[in-house]
């Protein structure tokens, strides 16, 4: 039972890894064209979800979009950095 709790963390990890990964991209045109979308996809809204609670200051603040887009990527870094801890 313990080791299919320990498979189960690693799996919700790496999947919240390649989900905020994916969300980021969509956050930017380089990251849209890579995933083969067009620019009228660009949208924060991913990438502010799986960045919470870090992503409070831009849904409060209103910032330029490169500046929003590096909060998001910090505080998606942070959450990354807590999740792996748990999983560990």
Known sequence: MERVLHITRW???IA???GGAVA???AS??????L?????SLTFLPA???SLPWSLVPWLIPLDP???LALLAVGYMFNLGIGRMLAG
């Open 11 to 13: 799996v919700l990890f």
């Open 16 to 18: 919240y890894a390649i």
């Open 24 to 26: 980021l991209m969509m």
């Open 29 to 34: 045109p380089r990251g849209l064209k890579f």
């Open 36 to 40: 083969g979308l067009s620019i009228e």
């Open 48 to 50: 502010k979800i799986m």
């Open 66 to 68: 490169v500046t929003t």
